[in-house]
């Protein structure tokens, strides 16, 4: 008891404020500094790069470019005839991933540029087979006799899902899973 009471009278110590960091203040760069950076800044350099040189941080050189209203063209930027090229492509059918292999894009460059010009991007994946009237009429047929909705898929040759969507479009009643309860 004696120890919990030494402890609550403890007072705090000082050592922890000591030892906190002093906050900085931003260097002001001199004229000839702030014009070095606009130099490089015009060539395209990266401003992280022109911080690390200057000795000031990123920020700082970025509320400069603001405040100065700099701009400069995006290294990035890809051409309009490269971007229609893209959607003209894309329209005939390649895949995102084949018209990236050929322009040394990724296919989510590709997609992010062909998104940028308003084209809507295609699900992913393979295309669901499509399935005709006689086919599903043939599913309801099989189901309601009592087969198995996986193995009706395994004969129509397409996957569980479109199978049971299939039969639910066509109106049938459903079974309960997990077979005779």
Known sequence: MAKLRQLVNLKPSRVAVANRPVPRRARRLTDAEKMAFVEGYKRGEL?????????????????????????????????AKVRASLVKKYRAGESLAAIGEEYEFSANKVQRLLVSTGEPIRPRGPK?????????????LQYEQGEAIAAIATLVGISYAQTRSC????GVQMRLRGGAR
């Open 128 to 140: 669901k087979p499509a399935i005709t009237r006689e086919q599903v009429q043939r599913m309801v």
């Open 167 to 170: 039969l639910i479009e066509a």
């Open 47 to 79: 401003v992280a790069d022109l911080a690390r040189q200057l000795g000031v941080h990123r920020t700082t050189l970025d509320m400069l470019v603001a405040r100065l209203k700099l701009s400069r063209a995006d290294p990035n930027e890809v051409p």
